[in-house]
DNA sequence: CTTGACTCCGTAGTATGCTACAGCCCTTAT
DNA sequence: ATAAGGGCTGTAGCATACTACGGAGTCAAG
């Protein structure tokens, strides 16, 4: 069975040394075993574990959803429908971000296009609008 | 001439007066006059700024290009062009949020749409997508 | 056996944008 | 006159997610 150090188990799943120990401080990840001069020793599964976080991440889940992600992954209460709904609910979280740009977007574009990148700053339609 | 205190200005900004205070701090706001006994005293202008701020917090700049345009606004040597791009510049920005959410939301449909909400957890096809 | 890379710990700093608090002074209404 | 409700300052805290640093001990290669 596979066993690393801090900084192997780092390095395999591309994060910094620092933010591991950061995780084992917030408790994402374990307190590991420790050699005898007190070295953090992991195992193929704490690489798993650092990697499903690092998923999950990407995913746009918080390291406090990941966190309930990680319980739920070992709670025998949780179901199948229970990881959907986290699922779910972030698509929701996502969609509603999108929608938000969007319109951000939107207002932008209008302030841009009624700017014809002439005249005097003085009358510029950006500073006008922005100013209202 | 109109004039307010930190309360006045904050509460027709809809503002908390220790943001106002706080942007004073960051020069996102200028130090007002003071009465004799130390009271900051501001004027509509301010108010204005303090609403320029507001809205151009809402189309997503930060505190720190809030601070360019303000800069802009009063620099002479910034043309109109010069806005119409800066506007342009966090049209892109936006819109490059808005692809890499969509990516997002599109992963995590596949990963619910996975799950039939049923069968036992261990093979949930969630954990196991997120533990690759 | 030495040297350099790695690890340890705790604390503090970064970035963003506020928010809260303590202990005091000032203003205004009753 | 007094009490409530502002306002003042400086510092610290919150939330998120790290990143850096100092001063030490440890391990492995040559």
Redesign the pocket.
Known sequence: MKQF????LSSEAEI????V??YESIGLMPKPK???????VYSEADLGRLKFVKKS?RLGF???EIKELLFMRIDEETTCRDLKEMAEQKIKEVDSKIRELKKIKKALEILASQCHSSGPKSECPILENLEK
Chains 1, 2 share one sequence.
């Open positions: 150090t801090v900084g192997k910094n040394v620092e933010t120990r950061y420790r050699t005898e001069s007190g070295y953090r991440q918080t390291l406090k």
